[in-house]
């Protein structure tokens, strides 16, 4: 089926530095270290990057970070849990603003 996002991109990502090396260097070296075993785990850091990757709806990360978790030992019972941590987040965050409405609707409607 053909889609707006190619998958096959996905393994293109490294060449985003073609025209501007210096920078795609530091991005990579700090993408590297943040994704290294420190106070996280690499299974956990899989975990959490596929909850953003589904918050922020990138179809690319999400992808990376299924076969990462995955990898790391993750089941699709884990990989579901995170993605409803993620939607929970957003739709709490959406929910949220609801008092800034009403605020801004109490002031103008009194």
């Not at 909850?51 to 970070?65: E, K, L």
Request: with cysteine; aromatic share 10%.
């Amino acid at each position: 089926m053909k889609t707006y996002y190619d998958p096959s991109d996905l393994s293109l990502f490294e060449t985003i530095g073609k025209d501007a090396p210096e920078l795609a260097r530091k991005f990579f070296d700090y993408y590297g270290a943040v994704f290294a075993e420190g106070a996280l785990s690499a299974r956990e850091k899989a975990l959490i990057a596929l909850a953003v990757a589904h918050a922020v709806q990138c179809p690319y990360c999400i992808d990376a970070y299924t076969r990462a978790g995955l990898e790391q030992g993750c089941d699709l019972e884990e990989l579901t849990e995170a993605v409803h941590v993620a939607g929970a987040i957003r739709g709490g965050a959406s929910l949220v603003h609801g008092v800034q409405m009403r605020k801004i609707a109490e002031k103008l409607t009194l």
